[in-house]
């Protein structure tokens, strides 16, 4: 990733964005018809993919940010370093509020990537789309 930079250099950045877009092909989005592909970058430097999965209980939905950090998570890795999201719009769409603060948790300093069919895109860091997030830090520990 370069020192800086709101993306990871070009070829990780690629290959993330690839990742993301091949993840939103295995959404299931029966009821919003809202598909999402989302890839991140784990501190090992290894990326893991996931889409949304909705659930006819609304609440049960699971955004696709959210599905590629519990695979990383559950493979082990503790830190994110990078998110690519993709959706079939003409403008890319950033990630929802629970995912922010789910990237937050695992990639503080994390790159965010939003891209779409069009060559619009977001390039930014969670810090910037989370200000004053909620972390570890903000519990009281006696």
Known sequence: MKKGSAAPSTAVGLRLEKAARAAY???YAPYSGF??????LAGSGKIYAGCNVENASYGLCTCAERTAIA???SAGERKIRAVA?????A????PCGACRQIIFEFGPDAAVTS???SAERIDTRIAAL????FSGKSLKRK
Do not use: E, H, I, N
């Open 91 to 94: 403008k890319p769409t950033a």
């Open 71 to 73: 695979g990383a998570v």
């Open 25 to 27: 092909a295995r959404a």
């Open 35 to 40: 598909s999402v592909g989302a890839a991140v």
């Open 85 to 89: 999201v993709y959706t079939p719009t």
């Open 115 to 117: 891209v779409c069919d």
């Open 130 to 133: 989370l200000p004053s997030a």
